[in-house]
């Protein structure tokens, strides 16, 4: 069935480094999603992207959605340790609300 | 506001035993989902509710069921449960796209 795959499965950076995951798809979606689930947490949602080659910023976290809307990324610049968690990719199949989750990508942030 | 609320929030079953997850939310949310979360494999969606008295199998459905009685609460049932049901679930809400968990429930099935 439909899925999305991430890379990388995890992803240890010195404080104050780039990141970045990715989110990819086989098939176009009509969305993208993007969660945050800190240790022992539970997911946050972050942003939704729909628009292909969409661009969205939330201060130093960037969000795009590809060109042929088959992949997305989060892009954090600096990190901090407060950025520590998993970031989970999802998308809903086109006019349903069945949500399809990614693996997610593990970030540590060493100080 | 309390947002989603889930109950219990650990549970410790034996093979074959039965149990019901209850999920609540105060949002007036149309929007209702469980999910399960093993290591290393993301979320996974259960069922799926799109309103009240309403209910849809997700990607993982077998061995559940779930009702919609009310807008506020989505139940998520074990009728049979099974080791491989050893897992930690959430619920989430949400209004349009914008989903909001519940704090989980660990679920051991021995």
Same mark, same amino acid.
């Given at each position: /069935?439909?899925?999305?795959?991430? @890379?990388?499965? #995890?992803? =240890?950076?010195?404080?104050?480094?780039?990141?970045?995951?990715?989110?990819?798809?086989?098939? %176009?979606?009509?969305?993208?999603?993007?969660? !945050?689930?800190?240790?022992?947490?539970?997911?946050?949602?972050?942003?939704?992207?729909? !628009?292909?080659?969409?661009?969205?910023?939330?201060?130093?976290?960037?969000?795009?959605?590809?060109?042929?809307?088959?992949?997305?990324?989060? =892009? @954090?610049?600096?990190?901090?340790?407060?950025?520590?968690?998993?970031?989970?990719?999802?998308?809903?199949?086109?006019?349903?609300? !069945?949500? @399809?989750?990614?693996?997610?990508?593990?970030?540590?942030?060493?100080? | 506001?309390? /947002?989603?609320?889930?109950?219990?929030?650990?549970?410790?079953?034996?093979?074959?035993?039965?149990?019901?997850?209850?999920?609540?939310?105060?949002?007036?949310?149309?929007?209702?989902?469980?999910?399960?979360?093993?290591?290393?494999?993301?979320?996974?969606?259960?069922?799926?509710?799109?309103?009240?008295?309403? %209910?849809?199998?997700?990607?993982?459905?077998?061995?559940?069921?779930?009702?919609?009685?009310? !807008?506020?609460?989505?139940?998520?049932?074990?009728?049979?449960?099974?080791?491989?049901?050893?897992?930690?679930?959430?619920?989430?809400?949400? #209004?349009?796209?914008?989903?909001?968990?519940?704090? /989980?429930?660990?679920?051991?099935?021995?």
């Amino acid at each position: /069935g439909q899925q999305v795959m991430q @890379i990388p499965q #995890y992803q =240890h950076v010195q404080e104050g480094e780039d990141f970045t995951t990715y989110c990819n798809s086989s098939t %176009t979606l009509s969305n993208i999603q993007w969660y !945050k689930q800190r240790p022992g947490g539970h997911p946050v949602f972050l942003i939704q992207l729909v !628009k292909s080659g969409e661009v969205k910023k939330q201060k130093r976290l960037t969000f795009q959605f590809g060109e042929a809307k088959k992949n997305s990324s989060l =892009h @954090i610049t600096a990190t901090q340790t407060t950025d520590v968690g998993t970031y989970f990719c999802a998308f809903a199949f086109s006019g349903t609300y !069945k949500y @399809i989750f990614g693996t997610g990508t593990r970030l540590k942030v060493l100080a | 506001n309390a /947002g989603v609320t889930q109950t219990p929030k650990f549970r410790v079953l034996k093979t074959g035993q039965s149990m019901t997850l209850l999920c609540a939310q105060d949002m007036n949310h149309e929007y209702m989902y469980w999910y399960r979360q093993d290591p290393g494999m993301g979320l996974r969606l259960i069922h799926y509710s799109v309103g009240e008295g309403t %209910t849809a199998k997700g990607e993982v459905p077998d061995g559940y069921n779930v009702s919609r009685l009310k !807008k506020q609460n989505f139940l998520l049932g074990l009728e049979s449960a099974a080791p491989s049901q050893t897992s930690v679930y959430f619920c989430a809400s949400s #209004y349009l796209y914008e989903q909001f968990f519940g704090p /989980g429930t660990r679920l051991t099935v021995l």
